[in-house]
């Protein structure tokens, strides 16, 4: 894997766009700290610093640079905090992640894309825990967590992962079946009540529950 002057070039015009978007400094640093297309299969070389989702075999998608970066600005993450990420992916959200102190705990219901990424964020030096299961369980030997990042549409809010939030804790995740609306989820007390607050429209790949 090669970061050639080239890349990091494509790379800083993307940080731009993104920073002309309202991204801010500290999630720009960490996308400049990760070769996006070190996530993509080669044929993408060339153009894995568009502002695109592209796809990723298995009939997955990594997400969009700027639906990446937004989401990880709503979480708000600060560093040593215990994330749980729903869709691991190619895997490039949950390095950002941990490129900003967060411990992160990240779930894949694909198989195969789970292997496969497990051993990419390996070798990238990372070192957040990876599971294989249904996101939709969450992780409650792990938990609480004080964040949750939903990188598929999920239906609704799966109270599983409320569950095993803090309280005060956030959850950013897209809801809705063929368009998603970002909903900022804040658990407000031990009983699980909570506040959401709606954050613009996206489009995710189904989280799909009970497929494995
Ligand atoms: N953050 C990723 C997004 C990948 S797309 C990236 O930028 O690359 C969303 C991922 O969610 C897919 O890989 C899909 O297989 C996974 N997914 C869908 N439903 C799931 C579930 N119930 N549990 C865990 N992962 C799920």
Redesign the pocket.
Known sequence: MIDSFKHKGLRKKLIEKLRGKGIEPKILDAFEKIPRHF?LDSTFDEIAYEDRAFA?G?G????QPYT?AFQTQLLEVKKGEKIL??????????CILCEMGAKVFT????KT?FEKTKSLIKLLGYTPKCFF????AGLPAYGPFDKVIV??GAPNIPMALVDQMKPGGKMVIPVGEDVQEMNVITKLDKENNISTEVQGSFK??????K?I
């Open positions: 996530f990723i298995c997955q998608t990594i997400s990446v990420e729903i869709g691991t992916g190619s895997g490039f959200q949950t779930i894949e219901r694909q894309l299961g249904d996101g939709y990188t598929c995710f790949v189904p989280m799909l529950e497929k």
